[in-house]
Nanobody
Framework: QVQLVESGGGLVQAGDSLTLSCVGS????????MGWFRQFPGKEREFVAA????????FYDDSVKGRFTISRDNTKNTVYLQMNSLKPEDTAVYYC?????????????WGYGGQGTLVTVSS
């Protein structure tokens, strides 16, 4: 069974940092782009960041550019999201995804997704 499992979410204060991890199992994702999305209550999942298989190309939503860093370790089948200078408006459930086909900013284009991890930023 192919799975992506996120971890690292929690409750932090504004200005704090947090690192999310997403481990893949059941197949290797070392040849696939991987990414992160987030979902606010009552809203659709929105794009946060994506990284190509080699890490040679990285993309961010403007709302996180300069604060969040996506990286990956293909030896561990893992993608990370380092989040700095967190704001209350970053509060959301964060999902990782892998193997997109089409518009990488649309979560529906990704072949695999995790169950999510909640990040809560208090003011």
């Amino acid at each position: 069974q192919v799975q992506l499992v996120e971890s690292g979410g929690g409750l932090v204060q504004a200005g704090d940092s947090l690192t999310l991890s997403c481990v893949g199992s059941g197949r290797t994702f070392s040849s696939d782009p991987m990414g992160w999305f987030r979902q606010f209550p009552g809203k659709e999942r929105e794009f946060v960041a994506a990284i190509t298989w080699s890490g040679g190309s990285i993309f961010y939503d403007d709302s996180v550019k300069g604060r969040f860093t996506i990286s990956r370790d293909n030896t561990k089948n893992t993608v990370y999201l380092q989040m700095n200078s967190l704001k209350p408006e970053d509060t959301a459930v964060y999902y990782c995804a892998a193997d997109p086909d089409g518009d990488y900013t649309d979560y529906r284009a990704w072949g695999y997704g995790g169950q999510g991890t909640l990040v809560t930023v208090s003011s």
